[in-house]
């Protein structure tokens, strides 16, 4: 079974520029999450989506950044404009339903951002 | 809101010894915890997790960790470390129907 798929791997980019990252789930896993992991911290939930529905994006600074699950299966995480400190590694990872707390994710390696 | 703090930064270790890596966390409900593990240049990989019952809960690799409510520590050991084993380690926490928080990781280092 293929896991969470995510490109590019890694992205470099000067300030004020776009950038997206796709994210690919496990087949047959409704529930998808962005997770930003800053430089020696853990990572930090942005956005989660239940099929096509943003059931959690609270934690998503929606003044650049923006995503989107059109039809309930592949993600895109877009920056716009790319600043400084988004420097990061940006992780996708999927789950069956709605866990409720309880259950496993499964991650994507990541994609890795340098923002120059 | 739930938090979680992960003592050690970087905890050092000759391969066959004994490791123990310290998961403190923070809340005011009942919670779940887990251990992820993190190989380099690879996604973070469920270790194991505690939902509910045996406070001893065993993980893949041989690892165990044991869910402590009176000091809120969900510590993960493991008796005789390999080299194979040099990773990154986060603990999580939910409160339940509430996101997963994570603590800002150890990095075990096995040496021979």
């Known amino acids: 079974e293929a896991g969470v798929v995510q490109s590019p791997r890694y992205k470099i980019i000067e300030k004020k520029q776009p950038v997206a990252f796709w994210c690919n789930p496990i087949?047959?896993?409704?529930?998808l999450y962005w997770y930003r992991q800053n430089l020696g911290q853990g990572p930090e939930l942005l956005i989660r989506?239940?099929?096509?529905?943003?059931?959690?994006d609270s934690q998503l600074p929606k003044d650049r950044f923006s995503a989107e699950r059109l039809k309930g299966v592949d993600s895109t995480l877009k920056i716009q404009p790319a600043e400084l400190g988004d420097s990061a590694v940006y992780l996708c990872?999927?789950?069956?339903?709605?866990?409720?707390?309880?259950?496993?994710?499964?991650f994507g390696e990541g994609s890795r951002l340098t923002v120059l | 809101a739930q938090s979680v703090t992960q003592l050690d930064s970087q905890v050092p270790v000759f391969e066959e010894a004994p490791v123990e890596l310290r998961c403190n966390y923070s809340?005011?409900?009942?919670?779940?915890l887990f251990w992820y593990v993190q190989y380099p240049n690879q996604g973070l990989q469920l270790l194991l997790k505690?939902?509910?019952?045996?406070?001893l809960v065993k993980g893949i690799n041989g690892f165990e960790a044991e869910f402590n409510k009176s000091q809120t520590s969900f510590h993960l050991r493991k008796p005789s470390v390999h080299i194979s084993d040099t990773a990154e380690y986060f603990c999580?926490?939910?409160?339940?129907?509430?996101?997963?928080?994570f603590g800002a990781g150890t990095i075990l280092r096995v040496k021979s």
């Open positions: 087949s047959g896993h409704n529930t």
């Open positions: 505690y939902l509910s019952g045996s406070t």
């Open positions: 809340s005011s409900v009942s919670v779940y």
């Open positions: 999580a926490v939910s409160e339940y129907g509430n996101k997963l928080v």
């Open positions: 990872a999927s789950s069956p339903t709605d866990w409720g707390g309880t259950g496993e994710l499964f």
């Open positions: 989506y239940e099929n096509e529905e943003a059931v959690d």
